[in-house]
């Protein structure tokens, strides 16, 4: 090989880097240049000899580049095929470029430094320890030569502890080889990294003359290389290195906190050190860190970078360091009060002042950061006893006052943490997410404070109630558009009457949990309460606010119960609340509310019902007032929504409960429906109920409107069925026998026991609901009716899309973030359309929810309803084919797996298989279909501009095809499988390069048996081959989540079901491939492998011996090793063969079927990297034919390839 082939070929490479980095380039230039290049790399001899001649200084910093890229690509794939002078020649070279082959430190591009570091890494991967055995003191060596290489040195021992300890890119004996080596010679590099770093720095300080700047700045890259070195370590080797020498790292790192080039790296690295878990005793020696001189430094560097304004570069310190003051918290709470004999530390209460501080900080992302350590501070058993934390506690609680207020959005500037924000939030939806979440976390910290000291937190609850009640209003520049001079919610009122609702409840929940009932102070209680309630006010959102605060305060009442009617008139006028402007827009039925106004109206519903299924006892004396009060509301048709009217009727039931006489709570429900009766069971309804086009013309959806926003003719018509339903749905859900046998039997409740031995009792509403039964059922078959063809045709022009999803839902299921801001302010002016819409959603909804809570109410009296099973099947599973999925999903979840869970082993065989045995079927038919087609789009991807965003469309469809998959699914294994031990072991990790970490432990217990109702099932035939097929079929479906939980939970309990039976060989070779094309489909997912690897493991194990047909399965997997299949083979038909260990039986089996593991996209088309072994370091082995060839190449022995 000439010198001249060499500069020919190398000016050839210059010419073509330089057109593929040319902006100006055409494509077709590019692309043959890219061309020339890649193939130059994969074919030229001389590869070498050019890489080093395009690295050379005097070239450009693109050229060199590419050359330092040529070297790398040559040790990556062809050192295994490359002469033994060859790499020598390479390696001393390498080392050169090192020595003397790059600018100076502040020169040299980053890149080439990273290129250059990374060639010598894939030489140690492949050749040390055992062939280059003086690596270490070779680079010690160059690192002595100056700043350029030992920055050059700290970059590759980076790189080699990321490749074999954080990332893991080798194959296991080499990474243990070199991994094992690192760690025999830590202290070496531990004492290296600390001379260099203590070294430079010195330097870097000393100097401070201008005319030194370069030399210092040299100085201080090094210190910065050695810092980042030494957070690639920390995470990872003994801690006794860490704290070794009187924990002088630790010492170092504290004083580099206020060098200001280098605080963040060593912070980063003390936050690493900090953090690490293991044993408590090896962790002891980090509580040096509340010594004076370290809580010094971390306190001042705190002040320092937070004295210096809003900059980013302080601000990530400070990020930094406060996780350093959290990470050190959660060891103190480790080692206090373990077996460490640990002291508090002396410096607690500065630690305690200076954590606080963070808490106060305008950042609301600090504020937040503090939480979790303030909880684990005050749940620990010793130091929640510390006077100094007691001390604490009511400034936590002082700042916790101001922290709730939800200020701080990035795009305002109300607050100083709205400069803040703009560093840590892309928005104002962002925030809101974020400061929501932060809230609630909170609220479980300040509950754990107040278990410490419950008077001073409700003290000052008390002290901000009554300044709220008495502060003048102030609404901010934002007027609400529910009414002038109302609140938004930015207003400053709200905001702070939010954040003191929110405290008070807090706060005082806590309180009667924690303090003994003759402490609890009732009578500052009590005047709260009657301040709150003589408090009046027109504005809906701060009205919201004073009603959870009379629900926060109810509980005093227990104590004084002739507050009780305060209570329940104040709760009753804001049933019935409205904004006087809004009686303007009284044009059709109902003036349109916003939705400010809907809220307090729902919340004081809600109060009442909480008030009631809470405290009964309380409110039953009061209970004819009650029910007078609501009759009054019932009986203006249009004075409340249909919700309304049946949360207040829900309330009446739960007090009727207490009656616990069958008789009497019989004849009250019977009184209180009895209007809904009527109107159910009317000729007129009866009709409109049974025929779809009687429905569609009842509630108006066949008309064509010429003013959708205010004509709605039917709107009473639909309100009335929306009553009857959520009437039966409340009775239903509400109505009860008492909890204790005892007085069940005393009250006529008891009827006896079932042959389990279950007690059976009577509901006081049976009665009236079966007597409503038929009827309902009429309405769900006509509703399942309206997606027939023929009905959609006849919905009006209106209304064509009155049968689609809501927006809501859609935004629901593609993630999409709700619109936050002007949520409570606009009117609800929903168009006819909107309304219809939400109409048949919720109607379908309740329908499905009223036959979901039948079986639980009504047990064996709904249980045995003369021919249920059919009836169902012809009403709620009529016209399947035409339902959307978004109508089926609820229909499974709300309704057939309640009814399923909840129905006696008595009723199996006469309602549960015949109802899911034709279910199962169809939808194992109508999912596969859908699948089909799912699969056939991804592989046409073709342009279809059938809709206005059909993008959007296919994505929700497919969305929706995977959420129904995991609710069949879902349903399959409730049904069929219990619950022992098969709790979520799905979510296993598993490293997927690493042979070793393989986790087939994400396996189930063995005990994952099938249930009753399971076995039940598998005994009929159609259900048993659905649900199997539906099992097995679903693995190879493109949803992760639904396979994970398939194969850890159903599927082999299914299979170990029928393997007694005779399953024909045919169906045995299915069910394996069906799990080997779910590894094809789902490979890619560590979690979805491990589990679906040690089902194929235990169906070829379990039937391997009966049937050979599985043999023949295994031969057709791609690059199969048939050799080492037959040695599998041979072990497992073998009895008489000692078992080799599981571990190792599933790790050959995983290596033979691992040709139809499928890959992430990432890594379908990479070249493949091989690293070979080397000769053992720790046992020895026997010299295998490789190595005696090697030992002999050249006539001299291999074991030592690089000599220094």
Known sequence: MSAEQVSGLCEQLVKAVTVIMDPASTQRYRLEALKFCEEFKEKCPICVPCGLKLAEKTQTAIVRHFGLQILEHVVKYRWNNMPRLEKVYLKNNVMGLISSGTQSILEEESHIKDVLSRIVVEMIKREWPQHWPDMLKELDTLSKQGETQTELVMFILLRLAEDVVTFQTLPTQRRRDIQQTLTQNMEKIFSFLLTALQQNVNKYRCMTDLSQEPKAQANCR?????????????????????????????????????????QVGAAECLLIAVSRKGKLEDRKPLMVLFGDVAMHCILSAAQTADGEGLVEKHYVFLKRLCQVLCALGSQLCALLGSDCDVETPANFGKYLESFLAFTTHPS?????????????????????????????????????????????????????????????????????????????????????ACRLDPLTGFQMAGEWLKYQLTAPVDTGPMNSKTGEGLC???????????????????????????????????????????????????????????????????????????????????????????????????????????????????????????????????????????????????????????????ALMEALVLISNQFKDYERQKAFLEE??????????????????????????????????????????????????????????????????????????????FLGYLPSGTPMYRNPCTEQVLKLFDNLLAL???????????????????????????????NAILGLPQPL???????????????????????????????????????????????????????????????????????????VKPLVLSCPAEYYETLVCPMLGPLFTYLHMRLSQKWQVINQRSMLCEDDAADDNPESQEMLEEQLVRLLTREVMDLATVCCVSKKGV?????????????????????????????????????????????????????????????????????????????????????????????????????????????????????????????????AVMEQIPDIQLDSLEQFDSKLLNPTLQKVADKRRKDHFKRLISGCIGKPIGEQFRKEVHIRNLPSLFKKVKPSLETDVLENEDGEGFNVLFEP
């Open 983 to 1111: 709790e979520q072991n799905t979510t296993a990790a598993v490293d997927g390069d690493d042979d070793e970490a393989m986790a087939t432990e994400v396996t189930p217990p063995a005990n994952a048996e099938l249930t009753e109702l399971g076995k039940c099932l598998m005994k009929q035939e159609d259900v048993c081959t659905a649900v199997l097929i539906t099992a097995y079929t679903s693995l190879s479906w493109k949803d992760t989540l639904s396979c994970q939980r398939t194969t850890t939970q159903l599927c082999w309990p299914l299979l170990k079901q029928v393997l007694p039976g005779n399953l024909l060989p045919d169906a045995v070779s299915w069910f394996f491939t069906s799990v080997l094309k779910g590894l094809q489909v789902h490979g890619q997912h560590d979690g979805c492998m491990a589990a679906l690897v040690h089902l194929a493991f235990q169906i070829y194990e379990a039937l391997r011996p009966r049937y050979g047909e599985l043999k």
């Open 364 to 448: 609301q992302f600090l504020r937040s950061s503090t939480q979790i350590t303030w909880g684990a501070l005050f749940r620990h058993e010793v130091l929640s006893r510390d006077p100094l934390l007691l001390a604490v506690v009511p400034k936590y609680l002082r700042a916790s006052m101001t922290n709730l207020v939800k200020v701080g959005f990035p795009s305002k500037a109300d607050s100083p943490s709205c400069e803040y924000s703009r560093f840590d939030f892309d928005s104002d939806e962002d925030f809101n997410a974020f400061f929501n979440s932060f809230r609630a976390q909170q609220g479980e910290v300040i509950r754990m």
């Open 672 to 749: 209180l429906m009895a209007p809904v009766a009527g109107l159910w069971l009317s000729p007129e309804m009866q009709r409109v109920l049974s025929d779809p086009e009687a429905f569609i013309s009842y509630v108006g959806a066949d008309n064509k409107i010429a003013d959708p926003l205010l004509e709605d003719p039917s709107g009473l018509n639909r309100s009335r069925i929306s009553f009857c339903v959520y009437t039966i749905l409340g009775v239903v859900k509400r109505a009860r026998w008492p909890a204790a046998t005892e007085e069940a039997k005393a009250g006529g409740f």
């Open 780 to 810: 769900i078959r006509t509703h399942n009716n309206l997606y027939m063809p023929e009905m959609v045709a006849r919905l009006g022009d209106t209304f064509a899309k009155a049968l689609d999803m809501l927006e809501v839902e859609k």
């Open 222 to 262: 090094v210190g910065i290389a050695a810092l980042n070195t030494l957070a690639g370590y920390i995470d990872w080797v003994a801690l006794s290195h860490i704290t070794a020498d009187n924990c002088k790292l630790l010492e170092m790192l504290c004083l580099l906190l206020n060098e200001p080039e280098l």
């Open 821 to 895: 801001l002007e949520l409570y302010d606009s009117p609800v002016y929903k168009t006819v359309l909107e309304r219809m819409q939400g109409f048949f959603c919720t109607l379908y909804d309740n329908c499905f929810h009223i036959l979901g809570n039948a079986g639980p109410s009504m047990q064996q009296d709904f249980y045995t309803v003369e021919g249920l099973a059919t009836q169902l099947l012809s009403s709620a599973f009529n016209n399947l084919n035409n339902i959307p999925d978004y109508r089926l999903r609820p229909m499974l979840r709300v309704f």
């Open 488 to 646: 938004s919610i930015f207003s400053p009122s709200f905001v702070q009457w939010d954040a003191m609702t929110f405290f008070s409840e807090s706060v005082i929940s806590q309180m009667f949990r924690t303090m003994d009932k003759d402490e609890i102070p009732v009578n500052d209680g009590i005047d709260l309460l009657q301040l709150v309630l003589n408090f009046e006010t027109k504005d809906p959102l701060i009205l919201s606010c004073v009603l959870t605060n009379v629900s926060a305060l109810f509980p005093f009442v227990t104590y004084r119960p002739e507050y009780l009617p305060q209570v329940l008139s104040k709760l009753f006028a804001s049933v019935t609340f409205e904004v006087v402007e809004e009686s303007k827009f009284v044009v059709s039925v109902q003036a349109p509310r916003t939705r400010a106004v809907k809220n307090v109206r729902r919340h004081a519903c809600s109060s009442i019902i909480k008030m009631c299924r809470d405290y009964p006892q309380l409110v039953l004396p009061n209970f004819e007032m009650l029910y007078n009060h609501v009759k009054q509301l019932l009986s203006n048709e249009l004075l409340l929504t249909q919700m309304e009217k049946c």
